[in-house]
């Protein structure tokens, strides 16, 4: 589908939903509400928003710690992924998973995953199964350069390729892993470059520039729904805050950090983008803005004012309980 | 009733369950040639080529697949070569398969059976011998199945491959020829419900997986002597049947738990901790355990009889309970 | 040096094997890595090649016959050269074992306990032992030999299903036995003067009563007496509790074709002589007759148990529950016995109390038995003529 005016729109509020979802969540942290680390996609915005554009509801998508904007950008609902930070029992994973397990299966999101690669294996084989059942459903799986290290990331890109299965690998490259910049860890500069080991195309893009995002990902999913495998996208990114709550961000300057916020931001330059082409009129983009902030605080109040999990229910959710063999 | 090696009723599991229900498929390293070193797999090509994949030997990626297309809806029935191996996919196991349900609040179903073979046989040595049940028992979110018997391996496959939630299938290496009677029909064996394979009324001895057969040699030989043993086989390990184990050492009020693996930190420590806390007043006697001593499987012959529990070790045992 | 050919285990899971067919013969010459012989496994026909060159000079495995993994299967050397004697390594039949091993006491107890006549089965144990399991089979086949009547000899015992009578004793005595301290105590008591006094109111009794009291009903005339002296053995140990009784219902235990039976002779401290003597014989009468019914036999609360009909010098009795004590009476024997300084024959008859320690100590109960002693050796005619009180 072309990025038109109207998709554009779309996008650019999904990018200002996580946002400001995410800088609530922080905010919330300082009153006590949310308990637990976060881990912000702040910054990243235009990779999952550009790339779930071309998922249809039933695609899978898989992430990692850092995965509010996945969900979001996959359509989970807003208010019960803050009940979910918050603890409640409304919450998408019914306070059982919190930030790093955020899912939503009525979406297929099968969740964010607090091993780093952890999704690769899993993403592929959602994969395998649209290859038996012969569905032409994609599956996504996002994952940081840190995963590229692992064995987990050589042997899903294996698999993958192997069955030529329908599952688009998406590298957010944002340059650290955890609190080591990746040029002191990693060997080759590309993650795409690693896609030639296993014979499938790697693209390396520019990921706060949402058009280069949108039109990899987009030949990436037709690729992969025409049952012609895999393709390994980077997209080199930056997180604006720190690794997880409580950063205190020795490893990077304040001039870089800042460097990026004013000149590397995904939604400015989206929407200067946008404005560039008369998609996106001054009032609009605060029309938009006004209305993320009030779904913003709906999801606050939903979450405010949802119950809290009873000691009892710990025990429910290990197994199955209902579930007898029948012959 | 005809009579079939334990292999060949895990075939006929795996083959009528994928006949049952398209989603089950099978995938592993070498389960086409062959039908993989044990032939369970064995036919599957030929009427089912699009539901068996043979793979690379990537432990993670296999497993990995498999949560993935469990969490998608469908059945796979994986193959790990030795359980050893499956410490190349622990957090598979572990951190995907096993906590996803409770993770996601209850919305994720993980299908997934992983046959582990496992155990001494052919002096394989440290490497491709090992147990591991315990391992496996300790993470919540896993079943562990480990039948001793053609007819529980048929049954609690069926039963596992229908399971909602993932399975740990231990398969017993040096069972695989053993033979016994197994119905041709549809039959299955609910998880959690433990076995007495003999009745008696002096003692009971809990016995594992491979150490079933072992502990009933055990029974026959002791007979000459007078003793009566009773032999519980919990054929599932999680969940686990404490009640009949129990209600069997109430009756009895002296027990031997056996199981193959080192006994340090394994199976019958739990069992035997369980049987502590809840028949303690109906003990006669301390309770015993057999098993391996803590070291890795050795390779020579002389080192494995030493450290591989036999019959006249379960035997000794309940010498020991009946003293 | 000849080199010994071994079954090697060609499979994940073989541990047997069968040579199908030898490609040489004993005498020829084999080449290293020739094809020497075929063998079955459990999964397929393998062929093995020869590990060394020379002359094949024994052949010890037999076509189609089944050999352990590590099993000899043949020799290649030089002509000529020793071997060791061949053995026998096919998969071993077990050793058969004597007849008077062949069923194994598990096999046999159950066996008996189900009439089954073990020495008829075939067994699968080793050895050819008839197991419990193969008793087992054939029960459930039906088809396990019953065990005939031993030909010759006698039974070595008769079985004899107990009474209902029995059954509550057995029970009821059993359980006290485990639940409570039971502590006897004993005391010679001389019954001279009281037999010269029971044939000295003979008349009057007879007179006063339409009878004449035995020395039996004497006794519980006096125990009533004595209890309502000692209260303290008038009681029940109940659930960690003393039950202490305001009446003395006074089991007296009768010896039945059946066994014991102890009917209950209630209020005995308020009957006069005559009125126990008439209750007592009612109760014997009605106990030999089987004619007691149930309340007959509620609510004691003592027992006086009396074997001296029967000979018996002395005896322990048994705490009959909830009660707390028990009087048991030996026969009165003539004896000598040292009165006033002198030996002199006497009659002495030994009574021995057991009570629950749990509801009273020893010196209550000896003092109730002090209080015995002195009523039946010293009559107290109010006590035993005329009416109660």
Redesign the interface.
């Known amino acids: 589908m072309t990025l038109n005016a109207e998709l554009s729109r779309r996008i650019y509020t999904d990018m200002w939903r996580i946002r400001l979802f995410e800088e609530e969540a922080l905010r919330q942290t300082s009153l006590g509400s949310v308990k637990g680390t976060l881990h912000t996609y702040c910054g990243e915005e235009a990779i999952a928003v550009a790339v779930c554009a071309h998922l249809r509801d039933d695609d899978?998508v898989?992430g990692t710690h850092r995965s509010h904007g996945h969900c979001l950008a996959k359509g989970a609902p807003m208010d019960r992924m803050m009940a979910e930070l918050f603890g409640r029992t409304t919450?998408?994973?019914?306070?059982?998973?919190g930030s790093m397990?955020i899912?939503?299966?009525s979406r297929n999101i099968?969740?964010a995953?607090?091993?780093v690669a952890?999704g690769?294996?899993?993403?592929?084989?959602?994969?395998?199964?649209?290859k038996?059942?012969k569905s032409d459903q994609v599956?996504v799986v996002f994952f940081g350069d840190g995963a590229a290290a692992r064995?987990?990331f050589h042997?899903?890109l294996?698999?993958g390729s192997?069955?030529k299965l329908p599952v688009i690998y998406v590298c957010e490259n944002n340059g650290y892993q955890q609190w080591v910049p990746r040029r002191n860890v990693a060997v080759v500069d590309s993650v795409a470059d690693m896609a030639a080991s296993y014979a499938i195309p790697g693209v390396s893009v520019d990921g706060q520039d949402l058009e280069a995002v949108y039109g990899a990902a987009e030949e990436a999913v037709a690729r992969a729904r025409r049952g012609e495998g895999p393709t390994l996208i980077e997209a080199r990114t930056y997180r604006f805050y720190g690794h997880s709550l409580g950063d205190m961000e020795e490893y990077r300057s304040r001039e870089e950090v800042d460097d990026w916020r004013e000149n590397r931001d995904p939604i400015k330059l989206f929407s200067a983008w946008m404005k560039e082409r008369q998609w996106l009129g001054d009032d609009e983009d605060e029309a938009i803005q006004t209305e993320v902030k009030a779904e913003i605080v709906r999801s606050v109040t939903y979450a405010e004012e949802s119950p809290l999990p009873s000691p009892e229910d710990v025990m429910?959710?290990?197994?199955?309980d209902e579930?007898?063999?029948?012959? | 009733m005809r009579t079939i090696?334990l292999?060949d009723a895990l075939r006929e599991a795996l083959h009528e369950e994928m006949a049952r229900d398209d989603s089950v498929?099978v995938i592993g390293e070498d389960v086409i040639a062959h039908g993989g070193?044990?032939?369970v797999t064995q036919g599957i090509v030929d009427k089912w080529p699009?539901?068996i994949?043979e793979?690379?030997i990537?432990e993670?990626?296999i497993?990995?697949?498999?949560?993935?297309?469990?969490?998608?809806?469908?059945r796979?029935v994986v193959e790990i070569m030795y359980v050893d191996f499956i410490t190349?996919a622990m957090?598979?196991v572990v951190?995907?398969a096993a906590k996803?349900?409770?993770?996601?609040?209850?919305?994720?179903?993980v299908p997934i059976v992983i046959r582990l073979p496992c155990g001494p046989?052919?002096?394989v040595a440290a490497q491709h011998s090992q147990i591991m049940e315990s391992w496996f028992m300790h993470v919540?979110?896993l079943?562990v199945v480990a039948p001793s018997t053609p007819y529980d391996a048929k049954g609690l496959m069926k039963?596992a491959i229908?399971?909602?939630?993932p399975v740990a299938f231990f398969e017993y290496?040096a069972l695989?020829?053993s033979e016994g009677e197994v119905p041709e029909e549809?039959?299955?064996i609910?998880?959690g419900k433990a076995d007495i394979k003999?009745?008696?009324e002096d003692a009971t001895v809990v016995a594992i997986g491979g150490m079933v057969p072992r502990a009933l040699e055990a029974?026959?030989?002791?007979?000459?002597?007078?003793?009566?043993i009773e032999v519980v086989d919990p054929r599932t390990l999680a969940p686990l049947d404490m009640e009949t184990i129990c209600e069997s050492v109430r009756r009895t009020g002296r027990v031997v738990v056996c199981e193959m693996d080192s006994s340090f930190a394994g199976t019958g420590a739990e069992i035997a901790a369980a049987l502590a806390e809840q028949c303690f007043h109906d003990l006669r006697a301390p309770i015993v355990r057999v098993g391996s001593p803590h070291v890795p499987m050795p390779f020579a012959e002389e080192l494995v009889n030493v450290t591989v529990p036999d019959a006249k070790a379960v035997a000794n045992a309940v010498r020991k309970v009946m003293a | 040096m000849a080199v010994r050919l071994r079954l090697a285990?060609l499979?994940?899971?073989?541990?047997r094997g069968k040579v199908v067919e030898w490609y040489a013969t004993e005498g020829a010459p084999v080449e290293q890595g020739a094809p020497l012989y075929s063998v079955e496994t459990?999964?397929a026909t393998v062929d093995v090649e020869a590990p060394a060159g020379g002359v094949l000079l024994r052949i010890d495995a037999e076509v189609d016959r089944e050999y352990p993994v590590g099993a000899t299967l043949a020799w290649i050397g030089e002509s000529g050269e020793d071997l060791p004697e061949k053995t026998d390594e096919t998969v071993a039949a077990p050793a058969a074992v004597s007849d008077d091993?062949r069923v194994?006491?598990?096999?046999r107890?159950?066996a008996e306990r189900r009439g089954v006549d073990a020495d008829r089965l075939a067994g699968t144990?080793?050895g050819g032992?008839v197991?419990?399991?193969d008793v087992?089979r054939a029960i459930d086949a039906g088809t396990a030999p019953p065990l005939e009547k031993k030909a010759s000899g006698e039974p070595e015992h008769d079985v004899i299903p107990l009474t209902p009578i029995r059954r509550v004793t057995a029970e009821r005595l059993s359980a006290h036995w485990a639940g409570a301290p039971q502590v006897t105590e004993g005391i010679d008591i001389d019954m001279t003067d009281m037999r010269a006094f029971r044939n000295a109111s003979r008349s009057e009794w007879r007179t006063a009563y339409g009878l004449v009291p035995s020395l039996n009903d004497i006794l519980l005339k006096a125990v009533a007496a004595a209890l309502e002296a000692h209260p303290a053995l008038n009681s029940a140990f109940v659930d960690g509790e003393v039950h202490r009784y305001r009446e003395v219902n006074l089991g007296v235990a009768v010896d039945v074709e059946d066994g014991l039976v102890v009917p209950v002779l209630r209020n005995a401290a308020k009957l006069d002589l005559g009125q126990i003597a008439t209750a007592a014989a009612d109760l014997a009468d009605r106990a030999k007759t089987g004619k007691l019914s149930v309340p007959d036999f509620e609510g004691a609360t003592f027992t006086v148990s009396n074997l001296a009909a029967l000979g018996v010098d002395w005896f322990t009795p048994v705490l009959n529950p909830p009660q707390c004590a028990i009087l048991g009476v030996g026969r009165m024997r003539r004896m000598p016995a040292v009165v006033r300084n002198e030996v002199a024959v006497r009659d002495i008859a030994t009574f021995v109390l057991t009570f629950d320690h749990r509801a009273l100590d020893g010196a209550p109960a000896a003092r109730f038995l002090a209080r015995l002693k002195r009523l039946l050796e010293s009559p107290d005619p109010s006590l035993f003529s005329g009416p109660g009180g």
């Open positions: 899978y898989l919450g998408s994973c019914r306070a059982k998973g397990h899912a939503d299966f099968l969740g995953n607090g091993i952890g690769i294996g899993p993403g592929t084989g959602t994969a395998l199964a649209s038996i059942r599956s064995g987990p042997e899903g294996l698999f192997l069955w429910t959710d290990v197994l199955d579930w007898r063999v029948s012959a | 090696a292999r498929f070193p044990y032939t699009e539901r994949f793979t690379p990537a993670a990626g497993v990995g697949l498999g949560v993935g297309a469990a969490l998608a809806g469908m796979p190349c957090d598979e951190n995907q996803m349900r409770y993770m996601t609040g209850g919305q994720a179903s046989a052919r002096l919540p979110g079943q039963t229908r399971s909602p939630d290496k695989y020829v549809d039959y299955v609910p998880f003999r009745e008696g029974g026959i030989a002791l007979e000459d002597e007078g003793y009566d | 285990a499979g994940h899971t073989m541990e459990d999964k091993q194994t006491p598990v096999a107890r159950l144990g080793p032992r197991t419990k399991e087992q």
